[in-house]
């Protein structure tokens, strides 16, 4: 049984930057590919980015150049640097880890962006 637990959510003012953490445990080797996820009040949960295990990225474009994606495998961990964040980027944050062949996924961790 997989794990996931997301931390770095909070309330930011516009403009400014902050890092998501989430970490995966029990047994777990050899993680696939990992991503972000972002439900915004009244919408569907979208996918922010996600990173292959050779480190290949994609993005949305809502935050492609502002937002980083970026694992480490030792600590099955995977962030998200969140920068130039906006009012639109307020959601709940979900990490989500494919591992062999099911998705799993964290709680999610409220972002807030105040103007």
């Known amino acids: 049984q997989v794990e996931l637990v997301e931390s770095g959510g909070g309330l930011v003012q516009a403009g400014e930057s902050r890092r998501l953490s989430c970490t995966a445990s029990g047994a777990v080797f050899s993680i696939d590919g990992m991503g972000w996820y972002r439900q915004i009040p009244g919408k569907q949960r979208e996918m922010v980015a996600r990173?292959?295990?050779?480190?290949?990225?994609t993005y949305s474009d809502s935050v492609k150049g502002r937002f980083i994606i970026s694992r480490d495998d030792p600590e099955n961990a995977v962030y998200l640097e969140l920068n130039s964040l906006t009012s639109a980027d307020s959601g709940v944050y979900f990490c989500t880890v494919d591992y062999r062949d099911r998705a799993y996924w964290g709680q999610g961790t409220q972002v807030t962006v105040s103007s």
């Open positions: 990173i292959s295990p050779g480190g290949y990225t």
